[in-house]
T-cell receptor, first 115, second 115 residues
Framework: AQKVTQAQTEISVVEKEDVTLDCVYETRDTTYYLFWYKQPPSGELVFLIRRNSFDEQNEISGRYSWNFQKSTSSFNFTITASQVVDSAVYFCALEVYNQGGKLIFGQGTELSVKP | EAEVAQSPRYKITEKSQAVAFWCDPISGHATLYWYRQILGQGPELLVQFQDESVVDDSQLPKDRFSAERLKGVDSTLKIQPAELGDSAMYLC?????????????FGEGSRLTVL
C-alpha cells in the first residue's frame, strides 16, 4: 500500500527564517512520482514540483528547494528566507506510475510565517 | 490563464437533504477528478473520469454519492442524502490525457457544511 506521512502538523516561524517541511513516503513500486502542493486560504491546490523516482538530484527554484533521498524515502521541502506570503498548508503527494493521476496525499503541514 | 471552475463555493445544508456540486475543467482536459478533503486532512480521490467514462470510483460511497460527466466536459457530483460526516471541501481537478504522469490543475473547491 502507498502512504505519505507529514509528521509536522503546524509550523510557525518568523519572517526571513528558513523552514523545512518533512515528507516520508511508502511504496513498493520502483517507478513513482512525488509532488508538493501549496494550499493558500482561498482553497485551491497550487502545484509546486514533481520528481520521479529515478532522479534524486536536489532542485532549487528561487527560495524553494527540495531534497529527495530514496534511502530514507523522504522528499523534504525547504523555504529559505520565508515570507508572510508563504503562509499556507503544504501537501506532499505520491503517484505510482500509470495510475492515471491518482495522488496519495499526506495530511499536510500548516505553515504560519509571522512578520 | 485557464482555470478549473467550481460552484457553489460554499454550501450549507441540513442532514438528509440533497446537494450537488458542479465542475467545469480546463478546456481540452480529458481527465477529470473529484477529491474530498476533510478538515485537517489531505485530499482523497473520490472519482476519476476519462472523457465521459468512469475509470476509478473505488472510494466513492455509492449508496449516497453519484457523479456524472455526460458529454465529457463538465461534471456534477451529487450527495443524496447528506450526512454530518460529509462536511468537507470537494475539490475538482483536471489534466491532459495521454501522459503517464499528469499535472493536475485544481479548482478552488466547494466547501460543504452539513448541519
Amino acid at each position: 500500500a502507498q502512504k505519505v506521512t507529514q509528521a509536522q502538523t503546524e509550523i510557525s516561524v518568523v519572517e526571513k527564517e528558513d523552514v523545512t517541511l518533512d515528507c516520508v513516503y511508502e511504496t513498493r513500486d520502483t517507478t513513482y512520482y512525488l509532488f508538493w502542493y501549496k494550499q493558500p486560504p482561498s482553497g485551491e491546490l497550487v502545484f509546486l514540483i514533481r520528481r520521479n523516482s529515478f532522479d534524486e538530484q536536489n532542485e532549487i527554484s528561487g527560495r524553494y528547494s527540495w531534497n529527495f533521498q530514496k534511502s530514507t524515502s523522504s522528499f523534504n521541502f525547504t523555504i529559505t528566507a520565508s515570507q508572510v506570503v508563504d503562509s499556507a498548508v503544504y501537501f506532499c503527494a505520491l503517484e505510482v506510475y500509470n495510475q492515471g493521476g491518482k495522488l496519495i496525499f499526506g495530511q499536510g503541514t500548516e505553515l504560519s510565517v509571522k512578520p | 490563464e485557464a482555470e478549473v471552475a467550481q460552484s457553489p463555493r460554499y454550501k450549507i445544508t441540513e442532514k438528509s437533504q440533497a446537494v450537488a456540486f458542479w465542475c467545469d475543467p480546463i478546456s481540452g482536459h480529458a481527465t477529470l477528478y473529484w477529491y474530498r478533503q476533510i478538515l485537517g486532512q489531505g485530499p482523497e480521490l473520490l472519482v476519476q473520469f476519462q472523457d465521459e467514462s468512469v475509470v476509478d470510483d473505488s472510494q466513492l460511497p455509492k449508496d449516497r454519492f453519484s457523479a456524472e460527466r455526460l458529454k465529457g466536459v463538465d461534471s456534477t457530483l451529487k450527495i443524496q442524502p447528506a450526512e454530518l460526516g460529509d462536511s468537507a471541501m470537494y475539490l475538482c481537478a483536471s489534466s491532459l490525457a495521454g501522459l503517464a504522469v499528469r499535472e493536475l490543475f485544481f479548482g478552488e473547491g466547494s466547501r460543504l457544511t452539513v448541519l
